[in-house]
Nanobody, 113 residues
Framework: QVRLVESGGGLVQPGGSLRLSCVAS????????MGWYRQAPGKQRELVAE???????TYADSVKGRFTISRDNAKNTAYLLMNSLKPEDTAVYYCNGGRRELWGQGTQVTVSS
């Protein structure tokens, strides 16, 4: 019933910026907490940021002050704006819906000079 599709990843230089998008199909987006997770090679998937239906946000310490999560309920879309990117941000980034096993396919972010 619900499908998530991420986009916006790519190769960027250290210090650069990137905006990821997650578009949800279905009719339950508005009641779901949306999250961005990432997984680097050899590491566990970790929470990067979350946003509740009411707009409350949570960030991992490693990205505070650099990343911003937002959502547009009219467009069924969640965003992750990433500024001041570092090589250690390199990972596959996944969108999650409802704090459950609802994931997008992932989008690769590579930060390298």
């Amino acid at each position: 019933q619900v499908r998530l599709v991420e986009s916006g990843g790519g190769l960027v230089q250290p210090g650069g910026s990137l905006r990821l998008s997650c578009v949800a199909s279905g009719n339950i987006f508005k009641i779901y907490t949306m999250g961005w997770y990432r997984q680097a090679p050899g590491k566990q998937r970790e929470l990067v940021a979350e946003i509740t239906p009411g707009g409350s946000t949570t960030y991992a310490d490693s990205v505070k002050g650099r990343f911003t999560i937002s959502r547009d309920n009219a467009k069924n879309t969640a965003y992750l704006l990433m500024n001041s990117l570092k090589p250690e941000d390199t990972a596959v980034y996944y969108c999650n819906g409802g704090r459950r096993e609802l994931w997008g396919q992932g989008t690769q972010v590579t930060v390298s000079s």
